[in-house]
């Protein structure tokens, strides 16, 4: 648990790049996706499966380069297009290609690159901008609660075939974290959408865990504990950021289509 704290507390000083938003945030959504996405392709090579990493990294610049300088939605449609019309060409070489590698590299590229890639569109919302720390309240302050939680009153096991150490105490306790951290957050920054906020608490609880338990599935079946060692004590990029693949879009979605934002 030490370690994992004092991991935690290092990791602090990134919230300013949540703080900065803009560019910084951008460059760092971009970093993040294209190394998550390299620490999910080395799980499939160890299991034999090799996508393309080279696909994946293209992939991304092209949707950033879109949301910078694209005006048009289509540009978006182009590059779904594109993503998946180039990784089933990776298959041509097919003495060495398996059909696995192609679709571990189209699912790479939309779970990791596409799903991080929500972040900055949150931070894009206009007047909702600032919501972009609920997807950070609902992701980490979810997993805080549902240890802690888990850690003190846990019993009866969520899903021990998935993740052994999760309880249905720790996963409550998560959501009830998640509701309180995200209605204090709405009470002092965004009193006109208080509602908003703890329903969006509620959904992030949910979701994030769900996040979590996608990503303990893919370790279990491609074999590995975690997926990186770069924060001691949390493992890879993925490991910490699990959550906030599923969070992100959950919160950006909401805003476009309960709210009512218009991109």
């Not at 949301?67 to 998946?84: A, D, P, Q, R, T």
Request: hydrophobic share 50%.
């Amino acid at each position: 648990m030490k370690t994992r704290v004092i991991s935690g507390l290092v990791m602090i000083p990134l919230l300013a790049i949540l703080y900065f938003g803009g560019y910084v945030l951008t460059a760092a959504c971009f970093l993040i996706g294209i190394m998550g996405v390299r620490e999910f392709y080395n799980g499939f090579h160890a299991m034999g499966v090799k996508p393309n990493y080279g696909i994946a990294v293209a992939a991304a610049a092209a949707l950033y380069i879109i949301n910078i300088f694209g005006e048009k939605s289509e540009w978006y449609m182009l590059w779904f297009f594109g993503v998946v019309l180039v990784s089933m060409l990776y298959l041509f070489n097919i003495e060495h290609r398996k059909l696995e590698d192609a679709m571990a590299t189209i699912t790479g590229i939309f779970y990791v690159v596409f799903f991080s890639f929500h972040v900055t569109l949150v931070d894009q919302a206009g007047p909702y901008g600032l919501m972009l720390w609920l997807i950070v309240i609902t992701a980490f302050g979810t997993d805080i609660m549902a240890y802690f939680s888990g850690y003190l009153l846990g019993k009866h096991k969520l899903c021990p075939h998935i993740s052994p150490k999760k309880t249905i105490e720790g996963s409550v306790g998560g959501v009830l974290g998640s509701v309180i951290l995200s209605g204090l957050f709405g009470w002092f920054f965004l009193p006109d959408l208080l509602i908003h906020c703890l329903v969006i608490g509620v959904l992030g609880g949910i979701v994030s865990q769900f996040g979590d338990l996608t990503a303990s599935i893919f370790k279990r079946k491609m074999g590995i504990k975690d997926y990186g060692h770069l924060i001691p004590g949390h493992g890879g990029i993925l490991d910490r950021f699990d959550s906030v693949l599923f969070t992100g879009p959950m919160v950006y979605y909401y805003i476009v289509l309960v709210i009512g934002y218009m991109p």
